[in-house]
T-cell receptor, first 113, second 118 residues
Framework: DQQVKQNSPSLSVQEGRISILNCDYT??????FLWYKKYPAEGPTFLIS???IKDKNEDGRFTVFLNKSAKHLSLHIVPSQPGDSAVYFC????????????WGAGTKLIIKP | DTEVTQTPKHLVMGMTNKKSLKCEQH?????MYWYKQKAKKPPELMFV???????INESVPSRFSPECPNSSLLNLHLHALQPEDSALYLC?????????????????FGPGTRLLVL
């Protein structure tokens, strides 16, 4: 049972345009959501997070939107840059669990010059 | 500073060898984690230490043995591994404000150790 789903295995976006990565979840007990970026053979790098009491969080070029009624979150990157090409993981933290992160399968983002 | 360091970067070992992976953080974090990641998959949690005590062991085989000598260091001792244990081993840390609840804390990952078991 996949509680966190990233349905797009890959996404290709033109440099300078907006990249939108999507994530759906099924467990209403999740209260904290994170996005990580990962290059091959490296550890995930934390990008941005959002608490379930908010619907938007912004940090520079990165904005995360949370729609609790739809159990959906999205990461917007604007403008997209070549260095943004990586795999992006969505992760969720259950309110009743210590230290657990439930991960999506990842979306590979390719920024075309 | 959100840096977690790991050594070695790469490790090749035979199935009869004993080796150790090391992780260090100086952010004052009190929770430290070991994850295993296979190619094109998300990280899988192996162990969690909270305030230097083992808090979670995700049914990991005993050929993996974690150790937390102090609040900044985390080791993973490896013995009699199998080829299917080849993977990227990731260390992470988070603040852990105590009370057993992470209070929506972020985990910060190290660069990983690429392990190959022959």
């Amino acid at each position: 049972d996949q509680q966190v789903k990233q349905n797009s295995p890959s996404l290709s976006v033109q440099e300078g345009r907006i990249s939108i990565l999507n994530c759906d979840y099924t467990n209403s007990m999740f209260d904290y959501f994170l996005w990580y970026k990962k290059y091959p053979a490296e550890g995930p790098t934390f990008l941005i997070s959002i608490s379930s009491i908010k619907d938007k969080n912004e940090d520079g070029r990165f904005t995360v939107f949370l729609n609790k009624s739809a159990k959906h979150l999205s990461l917007h990157i604007v403008p997209s840059q070549p260095g943004d090409s990586a795999v992006y993981f969505c992760a969720a933290s259950p309110m009743d669990s210590n230290y657990q992160l439930i991960w999506g399968a990842g979306t590979k983002l390719i920024i075309k010059p | 500073d959100t840096e977690v360091t790991q050594t070695p970067k790469h490790l090749v070992m035979g199935m009869t060898n004993k080796k150790s992976l090391k992780c260090e953080q100086h952010m004052g974090h009190r929770a430290m984690y070991w994850y295993k990641q296979k190619a094109k998959k998300p990280p899988e949690l192996m162990f969690v230490y909270s305030y230097e005590k083992l808090s979670i062991n995700e049914s990991v085989p005993s050929r993996f043995s974690p150790e937390c000598p102090n609040s900044s260091l985390l080791n993973l001792h490896l013995h009699a591994l199998q080829p299917e244990d080849s993977a990227l081993y990731l260390c992470a840390s988070s603040q852990d404000r105590g009370g057993g609840r992470t209070n929506q804390e972020t985990q910060y990952f190290g660069p990983g150790t690429r392990l190959l078991v022959l």
